[in-house]
Nanobody, 127 residues
Framework: QVQLVESGGGLVQAGGSLRLSCAGA????????MGWFRQAPGKEREFVAA????????YYADSVKGRFTIFRENAKNTVYLQMNSLKPEDTAVYYC????????????????????WGQGTQVTVSS
């Protein structure tokens, strides 16, 4: 079993920044890639960013590339999502998730490849 707990969401004005955190427990955190996904009202959950198990590579959705940064601290069992230059269209519930496969060579963007999810944290960007 894996427990993932997100924090850091909130209300921010357009152009502002937030940092989301996701703390993991219950499984060897450092063996698995971690991803961030988001779901806006009335829309499907979508991929945002992912980081390889060792932090050596990252992958971003085109919509956030250049504005968001994902990174991890395996010693703290935590993955982060630094969000800058936020836009109203970034408003959503943000979820972190753990890869179902250990030591994957290439990070996955498909949410079907992630089998543990946090409860989500709300991010609201006002215009």
């Amino acid at each position: 079993q894996v427990q993932l707990v997100e924090s850091g969401g909130g209300l921010v004005q357009a152009g502002g920044s937030l940092r989301l955190s996701c703390a993991g427990a219950g499984r060897s955190f450092m063996r698995y890639a971690m991803g961030w996904f988001r779901q806006a009202p009335g829309k499907e959950r979508e991929f945002v960013a992912a980081v390889k198990w060792d932090g050596g590579s990252t992958y971003y959705a085109d919509s956030v590339k250049g504005r968001f940064t994902i990174f991890r601290e395996n010693a703290k069992n935590t993955v982060y999502l630094q969000m800058n230059s936020l836009k109203p269209e970034d408003t959503a519930v943000y979820y972190c998730a753990a890869d179902k496969v250990s030591f994957r060579a290439v990070v996955a963007a498909d949410l079907e490849e992630y089998n543990y999810w946090g409860q989500g944290t709300q991010v609201t960007v006002s215009s």
